[in-house]
């Protein structure tokens, strides 16, 4: 291998899909590439470039792939990944003002479950998880990227440490809406929050929201959890929560609601 395998920051990409995402949105993360012949004919690409970058990038046996992957695959990458940066109060107000929507996941230790979270985020567009918790231990986890399906080169992992905390400082520029299995009003009877001039923040929890992360919630709402037989995880859920909270109307700012049909109608009496 070309890496230290101590770099904390170093993923192994398993896939021939995440290892072709890494390509198209960071390819200079990658630094090593090993592949079977039945995939590197998908690769070819990837290879040519890493050639031309003077990186190894060659056709080996499933032997090779899996010394570098670590279990059974047909092509595996390494990657370099930067430092988890760590969110600050003025983060939010510049993700308000971009119109965007933050993500926390707090507690999640399945990496497959996390990584249904991610992919739900990339399909509606949002960009930024924040992990809280036990969630932060998964972020160079090579089964999260895996299951992530080349998602996580579109969403960008955040650091939050002393999330209670942080919460308590973003009133002023953001709404933070819990997400719980059991407690809060259903999701499918509630209409979606839009507050002027605050951006929402979608707290996530793998097991609930505990007792004192729940005050943090300006509201609260139930997910899809419990059906017969067959739960949903968070992770299920979260799509379903996405496509909820895009569903309500952007609040009209002044200069197109109520004032601006007052100005009109002072201006048509003049």
């Excluded at 926390?104 to 399945?110: I, L, M, S």
């Excluded at 090579?142 to 400082?169: C, F, K, N």
Aim: hydrophobic letters at 45%.
């Amino acid at each position: 291998m070309s890496l230290d395998q101590s770099n904390p920051n170093r993923v192994v990409l398993r896939t021939t899909e995440s290892i072709l995402a890494c390509f198209k949105a960071h390819p200079r993360a990658l630094r090593e590439l090993r592949a079977t012949r039945e995939a590197a004919k998908a690769l070819q690409e990837v290879a040519g470039w890493m050639g031309g970058q003077g990186l190894p990038a060659v056709v080996v046996g499933t032997k090779e792939v899996r010394e570098l992957a670590g279990t059974d695959a047909e092509a595996a990458a390494i990657t370099a990944r930067p430092v988890l940066g760590q969110a600050k109060p003025s983060d939010f107000a510049d993700w308000r003002d971009e119109g965007a929507t933050a993500v926390v996941a707090d507690g999640f230790t399945d990496p497959a479950e996390l990584a249904s979270v991610i992919r739900a985020m990339a399909a509606f567009g949002h960009r930024r998880l924040l992990l809280a918790g036990e969630s932060e231990r998964l972020a160079f986890d090579p089964l999260l990227w895996q299951h992530a399906r080349g998602a996580l080169e579109a969403v960008r992992l955040i650091r939050a440490p002393a999330l209670g905390g942080l919460l308590s400082l973003i009133e002023p520029t953001s709404v933070v809406l819990g997400f719980d299995p059991k407690q809060g009003r259903s999701i499918a009877e509630a209409a979606p929050v839009r507050a002027p001039g605050r951006g929402n923040v979608l707290l996530l929890s793998a097991n609930g929201l505990g007792p004192a992360m729940q005050p943090k919630a300006e509201y609260l709402f139930r997910r899809p959890a419990q059906t017969a037989d067959h739960p949903l995880s968070a992770g299920d859920a979260a799509a379903l929560i996405f496509h909820w909270n895009a569903s309500a109307p952007k609040p009209k700012s002044k200069e197109t609601g109520f004032f601006a049909r007052k100005k009109a109608k002072q201006k048509k009496g003049e």
